[in-house]
């Protein structure tokens, strides 16, 4: 019964209280584990050996902790017999009500395809073991049934494969949807595409793994494990398997054999929630994959055992990809987000580890890396973001590959590097496949210090343009070399690489969308489908014959798709698409083959789109559509927060637009059996508004509307309110209320059973029970509180139910549950955003907490909701008929088809007929589905493409809308609006001024008529004035206004005075025509010296470098290194030959010993199974010359006979036994003692590291017996051993020797190398000697001019130091001269500011100012002044002030300056008199400093003139110089020189011959020709690049120049204006400058005046803190006095403190003499324990003596032992 009332009443508590019993049933994935819970009759297969390794965990302890689907399902595998029969054991009977109710079914099993369902299966060879066992019998029957799992050993694959999920105790067939086709590509997944053979490709569709035949475009699909998705798929080598690595919780990886699909292996817990990447080995017995986020867990797998080898985490941060390295199996390399890893499996002291090694990028820019390639060599080569190749090399990067010109490899990141028959292949994002040389790579190395190689490609294929290629594989086609290459952007292309003639171009075989599907709409009339996606494309499709037929690329990508209603469109030709940037598009379909022109087409398609109008409602994007019930309406929604209304019979016209409280998500017209037609708008912060039917204006009523917005709208809105926290409080009340209930009952029952057994004994103890009980009852937790989250729920999407009310999913907090709501009456007054309204009923939806709804549609009759969730799952809930409250949305079908990650299901969307299910997710895929039907569907079904209407060829195409700036209509009638005001108010505003300009006429006819009236009538200006204060007001405002613009314009007045100040400052700066960049002239040096100019010395214009001149003094210490470096060459030979010689001693030691043990063996064997014992070799005396000198008894005693028998002889007989050789090898054997150098300590220890050790038997002075079998047996194993031991001696003394003899032939090609370094040596020795000689000639002539030279440099040196301080002190002369002059002329412009304007004795002043009078000086200034008039410079810098005064002198000559005439100010007498003294002071000073300026002038002439012979002489030293270098070089010319060479090393040949003269050869290294040939090219291209750039700067060049005229007119123009300007204000050009040097600077003096006030008061400041600093000094004297005292005070106390502590000490010492020695207590205690110890030593005795009694047979049990102790005790006690 659903409730009528709101949360509050009655009604809806039961409604709670109904969903609180739903709420018990179990979750889905809950059921599903119990329905896959059958325990298998076989546990999991393992080695016998096998460990648990880094941590793996057994599958018996996962099955406890883990209670997911994957493990379940796991534990319920059970491998068939060949038979097909399932071995079954009595644990199969236990399951649960409804539990195996989809996995007992054989009709649904059938219903796989062909391929999955005809299965094969072979032999396990295992036993069983019955579940019933006890745990640890379990243990130990599994420890024996642990052996090796069989290479015929399959999987079941029908209990692997994730089934849908039904509600139990229902009707719901398990096939009630089944895949009929994929239409999706999942384009940006990595490694996306493999290849089993020629014509089957495999890809991943969400929880599908598709194979795709490549020639009859058939699928095949295999459904994942886990259900969650899968990770990656990898192909076997050999092609014969395939691994599929699912996602999940601890997901497995599963091996299928190829072709039969059988699953083969499953390994598990790699990883805890998805795999990355998987790759097999070369020969493809080990697997490698990484998992994803959180772990990155890398793991090495035998796969074939289904065990991890080798377990670590690879990263802290995402890994793409992993591989084995082809040439080395143990090396892995694994690249991802920002890093790149090389690892090695290596065996260490605990085992085999990985180690990995991560690259480290140095100076280049970190980067993600999505493709490499492992070397041969062990180097690797990778891609980056930035388009360029790295080779890594030892963990760094040894070099990075670019282009020519430092272009990058590719324009984006590389995805993928192969190696393919000698060559490099790189995929890049920019569509390109580029062909690179193998070998240039793996030796390219850096050449500068940039880092960069630049190398060029091969070849290059542009596969198209927008392109992104992600990887390729290569296509096993023979004689073709044909590439799969998956394109990100939504494509599967066919690359031919041969790159010949008859190359194929490139085929796109499949095109897809690329990202997340928007929107899917299916046609009203047959099995057509049209979607859309964010990649600006629309695709139709047949689904009923899987075929896709046409496809439409815009410029912005389609986020909602409708197909046009047949009561719009009959023929169901039309789709209606919504696009990102607002615009909205319609689309008609038809066949083109129903068309009557076919000009130009090469092939008819089955379909074709085209363009038929197109409008703008919007801007932003374009989210909802909806046609009206009876299609007279559209309504669009969007971002934009509008509802835009259009008349569709009348061309789309529009009616008019509502605003949306927020973002509108879904738009949904009311069904016919409402009574009115009105719009559920549903926003996705949390608003549902409902708009009635827009009331359509008339075509006359529109012209006036300014804009589209309906404002009297009546509009009901519902805003949401969270709900949820209630409805768990209402269930938690209602479970404890329950259990009141139930502890009540069993209170009551226990209280009458009491009562019936002991009456009121029974009521008493009943009640004493209870007061325990309520004693001992804890609080109840608080119930839970109510909760609102901060932010809405997003509204996900919802449906009408009945007039006024919807039902509606939400996402976020409020998920989990369908929420019933109904709209309040509509109130205009009210406020949307303070309106909170509450659901009036709810329905729980199982397992959606956390995958809510995201989309909702019904089939025709409504009695199946389909749902789309968020994790990609697809709910199909079974309904009665006319149900709107959904009272029956209990029973339900679930199943994971999308990834359930990213793969939101987006849209989804029925056949006109009910036979077909569309779903469109966010990972790209598209799944149609058929429904579970009666009606069989029939193969070779298809859809009716609608015919074209007549004349559509003809029609023209409406121009699209491509700008997305465009104007939306709203916008547009706006500005058309807008626009039309402008128009009014500009034709107002021409109108007015028209007036104005008429009054304005008028009121001059006025004036003139004025101006003729007599005087005494006409009238003042001021009395045409209507109000005096309307001027006044007009000139303030203006004013104002004024001011304003230059507050505004004040920083671009400021900004224009910098760049002029800097531009003069730059011209200021403008260097000469001759002048030269110092860096240009050090680079020119730089490059004369080092740039590789080889003159050879013998050329007669060879100038010696500075740095290459010789001296006797240098070649003597050359000399003495090759003499150091001989002599250290010698000594580490003789150390060699001196460890090789102990080497000798040690391995004759060793020789030795192993002959005397070889020995001892042969006398214990029979004389027919020895072997000859091996010779030990000998010493030679000549190997230890040390020992020469060291003799014995033995040896003189020798000596002595041998000198007898010489003088008896009397003649020396010398016995010669050398070796010829310093170190003899084993050639010599050993006679007598002369060779035997060993000792015992060397025998013994040689005989203790023996291997094996030997046991000789001792004669036996019993009688022989005839030896027992087992002694026969022990003799016959001793001589086994025996005679083995003595072939292992030999052998090792075998190799012994060998490898000396090896150690002595290397060391003898080391001395012939040397003995040939030596002699070289010898013969540079020679040469070095001879030029010393020759050197010690010519040193006594080049010191001399040396000296010279040196000289004359330090004197021309000074001498430009004079000659620039002279001109430093210039400067300074001129500078000063300038200060005096500004000084004069600010003394004449002072005065004349003084005098004033119009002031008649100005003349007469200014004469006295400017008279020049004789003042007492020294005679030399008037001598001197015919000197000045001699200067240079004197007319130059002479005043105009001066000029005018000699002028007036000769004007009038005789005038009184002693009296000031009558009427002239005094003061102004007086000042000129004193200015008058002021100018002479300053002339006099012009006048002293001119003297000096001339003087130095005069100097630096001397200078100059000393400089230039100073640097004459000075080339002249430097040439004879150089001259003498010259000859003394020529003369070293002369001495010869020995230069062994090989005949490779000569090239100079002549008619193939080496000629018998070389005098004209020329010896030179390889390295110089290299860097000769390399310069060469640098010139050249420095030359190009030069060129260029003057090409370049003489086209600036001319450019500055144009602009430099362009500039000097628009000069010229300004100065004209400027000109005009001044003379019509002043009528005259005007010397701004200088008229504003002659203006009194008042501010000046007020801030003259300012600072001697401030330094009045600054001075009485510091007097003021002077006498403050002497008070605080004084103080500080006191402190230190006191502070003092105090010290010596401390001091005292110190030393007697020190006093006081040594009498202390000395009082301590003699008190404690009294207590030194042994305690008398300590004595004695320590006696009793020695009695003690005794007493327990004979206690143990005793008890071991009667413990051995004991244990003899027929002992006698005595009393126990006592000690003589505790004998002596006892008669004491008794």
Same mark, same amino acid.
């Given at each position: ?1340 002539? #080049?010191?001399? *001019? %040396?000296? $010279?030279?040196?000289? !004359? &440099?330090? @004197? +021309?040196?000074?001498?430009?130091? =004079? ?106 007498? #007086?000042?000129? *008199? %004193?200015? $008058?003294?002021?100018? !002479? &002071?300053? @002339? +006099?000073?012009?006048?002293?400093? =001119? ?284």
């Amino acid at each position: 019964m659903r409730p009528t009332a709101r949360p509050g009443s009655a009604a809806l508590e039961e409604g709670w209280r109904c969903l609180g019993n739903r709420s018990k049933r179990r979750p889905p994935a809950d059921a599903v584990k119990r329905g896959a819970a059958a325990v298998s009759t076989f546990e999991e297969m393992k080695e016998p050996d096998d460990q648990d390794t880094d941590g793996e965990k057994s599958v018996t302890s996962k099955s406890d902790g883990k209670k997911s689907l994957r493990s379940s399902k796991s534990e319920s595998r059970s491998p068939v017999q060949e038979d097909n029969t399932f071995l079954e054991d009595d644990t199969d009977e236990t399951f649960n009500e409804g539990e195996g109710s989809y996995l007992e079914e054989d009709s649904d099993e059938e219903r796989l395809e062909g391929s999955l369902s005809s299965f094969q299966y072979d032999d396990l060879q295992s036993t069983t073991v019955p579940q019933q066992t006890p745990a640890p019998a379990v243990e130990e029957a599994e420890e024996e049934v642990k052996k090796k799992i069989s290479e015929s050993f399959f999987y079941d694959y029908m209990e692997l494969a994730s089934m849908p999920f039904v509600t139990l105790d229902s009707n719901i067939p398990l096939d009630l949807l089944t895949l009929v086709h994929s239409f999706g590509y999942d384009c940006r997944k990595r490694a996306n595409l493999q290849l089993l053979d020629d014509s089957i490709a495999i890809y991943i569709a969400g929880n599908q793994l598709i194979f795709l035949n490549l020639k009859t475009k058939e699928q095949i699909y295999l459904r994942s494990s886990s259900g969650e998705g899968i990770g990656v798929i990898g192909v076997h080598p050999h092609k014969t398997y395939f691994t599929v690595a699912e996602k999940g919780s601890f997901p497995d990886i599963i091996i299928y054999e190829y072709p039969s699909l059988r699953p083969y292996r499953i390994l598990r817990d790699g990883t805890e929630k998805g795999y990355a990447y998987v790759d097999f080995n070369y020969s493809g017995n080990l697997l490698a994959s990484v998992g994803s986020n959180p772990d990155y867990t890398l793991t090495i797998w035998n796969w074939k055992e289904e065990q991890p080898i080798l377990r670590t985490k690879a990263f802290s941060q995402e890994v793409f990809k992993v591989t084995f390295n082809p040439d080395n199996e143990e090396q892995l390399t694994t690249s991802g987000s920002g890093h790149i890893k090389f690892w090695e499996m290596a065996f260490t002291f605990t085992g085999l580890k990985l180690q990995g090694s991560l690259g480290r990028f140095g100076k280049t820019i970190t980067t993600d890396i999505e493709g490499y390639m492992e070397l041969p060599d062990g180097k690797v080569l990778s891609g980056s973001e930035w388009g360029n190749m790295l080779l890594w090399e030892g963990g760094l990067i040894k070099v990075e590959l670019c282009r020519g010109t430092s272009k990058s490899c590719h324009n984006g990141p590389i995805n993928q590097i192969m190696l393919y028959e000698g060559e490099v292949i790189t995929v890049g994002s920019d569509g390109y496949v580029r062909i690179w040389d193998f070998e240039t790579i793996d030796t390219a190395d850096v050449i500068d210090e940039t880092g960069l190689l630049e190398i060029e490609p091969i070849n290059e294929l542009q596969v198209d343009k927008n392109v992104n290629l992600f990887s390729m594989i290569k296509m096993n086609e023979t004689g073709n070399n044909f590439w799969l290459a998956q394109d990100a952007n939504g494509a599967i292309w066919k690359l031919d690489l041969s790159f010949s003639n008859i190359t194929q171009d490139p085929e796109c075989l499949f095109s897809f969308h690329s990202g997340a599907i928007e929107a899917v709409a299916v046609s009203p009339l047959t099995y057509l489908m049209a979607t859309t996606a964010l990649d600006c494309s629309v695709r139709i499709y047949d689904f009923a014959s899987k075929t896709p037929l046409a496809q439409m690329k815009f410029k912005q990508g389609g986020t909602a798709l409708v197909w046009v209603p047949r009561m719009v469109n009959f023929t169901g030709a039309q789709i209606i698409v919504g696009f990102e940037d607002g615009v909205v598009r319609i689309l008609e379909l038809y066949d083109p083959k129903g068309l009557t022109i076919f000009a130009g087409r090469k092939k008819i398609l089955d379909a074709d789109i085209q363009l038929k109008q197109v409008f703008k409602p919007h801007t932003a994007c374009v989210t909802a559509l909806a046609y009206e019930r009876d299609g007279e309406i559209l309504a669009t929604g969007s971002k934009d927060q509008t509802v835009f209304f259009f008349e569709v019979e009348r061309d789309y016209k529009p009616i008019g637009y509502i605003n949306t409280p927020g973002p509108v998500c879904q738009l949904m017209w009311s069904p016919m059996s409402h009574p009115e037609s009105t719009l559920l708008i549903m926003c996705e912060n949390g608003y549902i508004l409902e708009a009635p039917l827009p009331t359509i204006k008339q075509e006359e009523d529109d012209h006036d509307v300014v804009s589209y917005e309906i404002k009297d709208m009546c509009i009901k809105c519902f805003h949401f309110s969270s709900v949820k926290s209630k409805i768990l409080r209402l269930i938690e009340i209602e479970k404890r209320e329950r259990q009141r209930e139930l502890k009540e009952k069993i209170r009551e029952e226990r209280r009458n059973k009491l009562a019936a057994e002991m009456g009121e004994d029974g009521e008493k103890e009943f009640q004493e029970e209870e007061e325990e009980e309520e004693e001992e009852e804890e609080e109840e937790e608080p119930l839970p509180e109510i909760f609102i989250p901060s932010t809405p729920s997003p509204i996900l999407c919802g449906f009408y139910s009945e007039p006024g009310k919807f039902w509606v999913s939400l996402g976020g907090y409020d998920s989990g549950f369908l929420y019933h709501c109904e709209f309040p009456p509509c109130d205009e007054s009210s406020d949307f955003k303070e309106q909170k309204d509450e659901p009036i009923d709810v329905r729980y939806l199982a397992d959606t907490e956390d995958n809510p709804i995201q989309t909702i549609t019904f089939n025709i009759n409504k009695v199946m909701m389909f749902c789309g969730m968020k994790n990609g799952a697809i709910r199909v809930y079974v309904l009665n008929q006319n149900d709107p409250s959904l009272t029956s949305l209990v029973d339900y079908w679930h199943f994971n088809m999308h990834d359930n990650n990213y793969g939101c299901i987006k849209s989804i969307a029925s056949s006109f007929d009910d036979r077909f299910l569309v779903t469109a997710g966010a990972d790209g895929n598209i799944f149609v589905f058929n429904i579970f039907s009666e009606f069989m569907l029939r193969k070779d079904m298809k859809a009716k493409v609608p015919s074209p209407r007549f004349g559509i060829e003809t029609e023209p195409i409406p121009e699209d809308i491509e700008d997305p700036k465009a104007y939306s209509i709203e916008n547009a009638r706006r500005k058309r609006e807008h626009d039309k005001l402008m128009k009014e108010v500009g034709e107002i505003k021409a109108q007015k001024r028209e007036q104005i300009k008429a009054l304005r006429s008028e009121f001059c006819k006025l004036l003139e008529m004025n101006e003729k009236l007599p005087k005494h009538m006409q009238f003042k200006r001021t009395d045409f004035d209507v109000d005096s204060q309307i001027r006044a007001e007009m000139h303030r405002k203006t004013a104002f206004k004024i001011q304003q613009v230059e507050k505004e314009l004040a920083w671009e007045k400021e900004k224009h005075e910098l760049g002029l100040m800097k531009l003069k400052n730059r011209y200021k700066s403008k260097p000469g025509d001759d002048y030269e960049d110092p860096k240009d002239l050090q680079a020119i040096k730089e490059a004369q010296v080092y740039m590789g100019d080889f003159n050879l010395k013998t050329a007669p214009d060879y100038k010696i470098p500075e740095h290459m001149r010789i001296n006797a003094a240098k070649k003597e210490e050359e000399l003495g290194h090759l003499d150091s470096l001989v002599h250290g060459n010698k000594r580490h030979m003789n150390k060699c030959i001196l460890s090789l010689r102990d080497l000798k001693v040690a391995v004759v030691e060793e020789i030795q010993c192993l002959v005397e043990e070889l020995k001892n063996i042969q006398l214990t064997l029979h004389i027919s199974k020895h072997i000859p014992i091996p010779k030990i070799p000998q010493i030679h005396p000549e190997e230890v010359p040390e020992k020469r000198f060291q003799y014995d008894e033995e040896t003189l005693l020798n000596f002595k006979q041998q000198q007898m028998k010489s003088n008896d002889e009397k003649s020396p007989g010398v016995e010669q036994t050398g070796s010829g050789g310093p170190v003899g090898g084993f050639l010599k054997l050993s006679s007598g003692k002369d060779g035997d150098l060993t000792t015992r300590d060397s025998i013994s220890r040689s005989s203790k590291a023996s291997t094996f050790s030997l046991d000789i038997p001792k004669c036996l002075e019993f009688e022989k017996a005839e030896p027992t079998d087992v002694e026969l047996e022990i003799m016959k194993r001793d001589e086994i051993k025996h005679v083995y031991m003595q072939q292992y001696l030999v052998n090792r003394i075998k190799e012994l020797v060998v490898t000396f003899d090896a150690e002595l032939r290397l060391l003898r090609h080391q001395k012939l190398k040397l003995d040939t370094q030596m002699k070289l040596s010898d013969l540079h020795h020679v040469t070095l000697f001879q030029e010393i000689l020759l050197l010690k000639n010519f040193e006594k002539q #080049e010191n001399v *001019l %040396q000296e $010279r030279v040196n000289s !004359l &440099d330090k @004197e +021309e040196q000074y001498m430009q130091w =004079k000659i620039n301080e002279t001109l430093k002190e210039m400067e300074e002369k001129k500078n000063e001269i300038t200060k005096l002059q500004e000084q004069e002329k600010a003394l004449y412009a002072g005065f004349q500011a003084a005098i004033g304007e119009n002031n008649k004795f100005a003349n007469f002043l200014m004469k006295v100012l400017k008279k020049k009078i004789k003042r007492v000086k020294k005679k030399e200034v008037e001598g001197d002044a015919d000197e000045d008039e001699e200067s240079e410079e004197s007319s130059e810098e002479e005043s105009s002030l001066e000029s005018d005064e000699d002028e007036s002198e000769s004007e009038d000559e005789v005038f009184d300056d002693s009296i000031c005439p009558t009427n002239c100010d005094v003061a102004l007498f #007086e000042l000129a *008199l %004193q200015l $008058r003294e002021k100018r !002479l &002071d300053i @002339e +006099e000073a012009l006048v002293e400093e =001119k003297k000096i300026v001339d003087n130095l002038k005069k100097e630096y002439d001397t200078l100059s003139k000393k400089v230039k012979i100073v640097a004459t002489n000075l080339n002249a030293a430097e040439e004879a110089l150089e001259a003498y270098q010259r000859e003394k070089q020529q003369r070293l010319n002369e001495l010869l020189v020995v230069i062994p060479l090989k005949l490779h090393q000569i090239e100079y040949v002549v008619f193939g011959e080496i000629p018998s003269d070389l005098s004209g050869t020329l010896v030179f290294s390889n390295h110089a020709l290299r860097r000769l040939q390399e310069r060469i090219r640098e010139l050249q291209e420095e030359n190009s690049k030069q060129q260029k750039l003057n090409k370049e700067w003489r086209e600036r060049r001319k450019q500055l120049i144009r602009e430099k005229r362009e500039m000097t007119k628009t000069i010229h123009k300004m100065e004209e204006t400027v000109r005009q300007l001044m003379i019509s204000k002043f009528g005259r050009v005007v010397n701004l400058e200088a008229l504003q040097t002659l203006s009194v600077n008042t501010t000046l003096e007020e801030l003259k005046i300012r600072k001697l006030r401030k330094e009045l008061a600054n001075a009485k400041e510091m007097k003021m803190w002077e006498e403050k600093i002497a008070q605080m000094r004084w103080e500080l004297m006191m402190k230190t006095k006191e502070h003092t005292r105090k010290l010596y005070q401390m001091n005292d106390l110190c030393i007697e403190k020190k006093k006081l502590d040594s009498r202390l000490n000395t009082l301590q010492n003699q008190q404690g003499n009294a207590f030194q020695g042994p305690r008398e207590a300590d004595v004695v205690a320590r006696e009793e324990v020695t009695e003690l110890i005794q007493l327990q030593a004979e206690r143990i005795s005793a008890l071991k003596e009667e413990i051995a009694l004991l244990r003899r047979k027929g002992g006698l049990i005595l009393p126990p032992i006592q000690s003589p102790r505790e004998k002596e005790i006892q008669p004491a006690d008794l």
